[in-house]
C-alpha cells in the first residue's frame, strides 16, 4: 500500500506539470482546478451544515477513546476523561453490558462520553469494543442538540483494524446495487455490525429511548469508520430512509 500510495503521488505530480491541463494539485487524492467547487461558507444554509458537520465529527473523534485522547491530548488525557471513580469495585461504575469489551476502569466508556457532544451519560446506548477480527469498534447514542440518533463506527487504531484496511480487494454489493463492488475488509465489517445491530435491535432500542419523535439516524466515522459508514448507511437506508451520513476522511477506492 506504502509503494501505490507513491505511485500515486508520482503519477499526480506528473499530471500537475503537464502544461496541457489546468489541474493546481490533488487534494486528497481530488485534482484541484479552476472548476471545483469549494464550500461557500458564506450561504447560511451551507453555514449551518458544515457546523452541523463539525458537531459530528466530535463523535468521530471520541470513538478513538481513552488511546486516542493519549495521542490528542498527551499532557491532559486522565483529566479530560476523568477516569477517576470508574472502576469495577466502585459502586457509581456504568452497566458493564452498555459498552461490550471495555477495560477494568471504563476507560472507553469515560473518554465516549466525556470527550463527544453527549448531553448525558444516560444518552449512551450501547457500544461494542471487542474489535474482534472484521468488527471495528462502534457506539451507538443519542444526539438531542441535531435530535438524531447516532451510530459511530471508530477508525483504525489496532491490528485488527489494520487487518481489515489491507482486505483491499473487492467484493460484489448486489443486495446495494448490481453493478457496485466495495472494499472487501470494510464490506465484511460493515456486514458484521449490521449483524449485531440487527440481531439484538439496538437501534430500535435508542428510538425507543428518544424522549421526543422527530428523530432519525446518523451514521459517521473516520478513516475506517469513514470507509464502513457508508456501507453500513446503504444496508440501513431501507428501513431508515431519512438517514445521514457523515464519512470523514474515508478512503480511496471504497466504492465502484
Known amino acids: 500500500m506504502f ?15 503537464q502544461p496541457t491541463n ?7 487524492g481530488m485534482a484541484i ?4 467547487k469549494f464550500l461557500t461558507l458564506k450561504d447560511e444554509n451551507m453555514q ?19 488511546q486516542g485522547q493519549y495521542f490528542f491530548y498527551p499532557a491532559k488525557a486522565c483529566c479530560r476523561i476523568n477516569i477517576c471513580g470508574r472502576c469495577r469495585g466502585c459502586p457509581s461504575r456504568q452497566d458493564e453490558r452498555i459498552l461490550v469489551g471495555d477495560n477494568c476502569c471504563q476507560c472507553q466508556y469515560a473518554a465516549i462520553t466525556t470527550c463527544s457532544p453527549l448531553s448525558s451519560e444516560d444518552d449512551f446506548i450501547y457500544g461494542n469494543y471487542e474489535n474482534k477480527p472484521n468488527f471495528p469498534s462502534y457506539f451507538v447514542c443519542l444526539d438531542h442538540t441535531y435530535k438524531k440518533v447516532v451510530l459511530c ?20 454489493l448486489d443486495d446495494i446495487h448490481p453493478s457496485w463492488k466495495g472494499h ?35 451514521v459517521t466515522g473516520h478513516s475506517l469508520g469513514a470507509g464502513v459508514a457508508p456501507i453500513i448507511s446503504f444496508r440501513l437506508r431501507e428501513k431508515y430512509p431519512h438517514l445521514y451520513c457523515y464519512a470523514f476522511s474515508p478512503p480511496g477506492g471504497l466504492l465502484r
Open 22 to 28: 489546468d489541474i493546481y494539485q490533488y487534494l486528497s
Open 3 to 17: 509503494l501505490l500510495r507513491k505511485q500515486q503521488k508520482s503519477a499526480h505530480a506528473d499530471t500537475v506539470q
Open 48 to 66: 449551518s451544515e458544515f457546523t452541523c458537520m463539525l458537531h459530528f465529527a466530535e463523535y468521530a473523534l471520541a470513538a478513538y477513546g481513552y
Open 33 to 36: 482546478s479552476p472548476r471545483t
Open 153 to 172: 463506527i471508530r477508525g483504525t487504531l489496532s491490528i485488527r483494524d489494520a487487518l481489515i484496511d489491507l482486505q483491499g480487494d473487492s467484493t460484489k
Open 184 to 218: 472487501r475488509g470494510m464490506v465484511a465489517a460493515a456486514d458484521n455490525i449490521f449483524a449485531e445491530l440487527t440481531e439484538h435491535q439496538i437501534l430500535e432500542s435508542a428510538f425507543d429511548r428518544c424522549p421526543t419523535s422527530g428523530y432519525s439516524l446518523l
